[in-house]
């Protein structure tokens, strides 16, 4: 659905620290695959997104989608159908399925994976029956999540086994400016071949966003070398 990060009837997770810009870029990919255009280096193929929600509100989603569409030169509304949830995944299946059916889904974004498991993220079971859910639905499907203290993924070790693609994000911003730097660093792929680690740039200005992919010289110097070989970062530093 979306070229090397999202498969058909599959689940990707990106995950990482808060604030990272995890929201940002699944919301831009949802604008993407609604308009039916590429972006940022990310081929798609169009179809209707139902964006579940557990962490904020349709207005603010409705804000950040306009402006990620004034980013891309879009005009007119988006077409992305809204869902807020505070019951986990499994136990509101049935009003997730009849929206599916209803609005012709086939792509699902889950914000976030925590809240969507309606319990504790560490339970097997818990996971277990979110993905049982996510596979009962049969479409694919972009989760975020977040890592813990130590900087892993939160939670069983069940998510990264039943996940299709894991990605993790890292940031850095410097103070007061407008400008996001992250990565995405692939650390789980079924078979397929491990991808190598993009690099993007999100901007926030006059009520637009905009998301641009970078260089890698440009993540190694901002910092972000997770994903590259020591070879790789030998030559960078030369």
Known sequence: LIEDLVQEQNPTIIWGKGGSGKSYLAQYMATLVDAGISGAGFSVQPCNVLYIDYETT??????????????????????????????????????????????????????????????????????????????????????????????????????????????????????????????????KGNNIKQLKTKGFSLVFNDRTVTIQRTSDTQLMTAGLTGGFTNDELIEHSL
């Open 58 to 187: 349709f207005e603010e989603l409705n804000t950040r989608i306009t402006e990620i569409r004034r980013g891309l030169g879009l005009v007119g509304q988006s077409r992305i159908w809204y869902k807020s949830m505070s019951q986990g995944l499994y136990a509101g299946l049935e009003k997730i399925k009849k929206i599916i059916v209803t609005k012709d889904i086939d792509f699902i974004i889950v914000d976030s994976m925590g809240s969507a498991t309606g319990g504790e993220p560490e339970s097997a079971a818990t996971v277990l029956s979110t993905f049982n859910a996510l596979r009962q639905l049969k479409k694919s499907s972009l989760i975020i999540d977040h890592s813990n203290k130590e900087g892993f993924l939160f939670g069983s070790v069940y998510k990264e086994n039943n996940a299709r693609l894991l990605f993790k994000m890292e940031k850095t911003q410097n103070k007061d400016e407008n400008e996001i730097i992250f990565n995405l660093v692939h650390t």
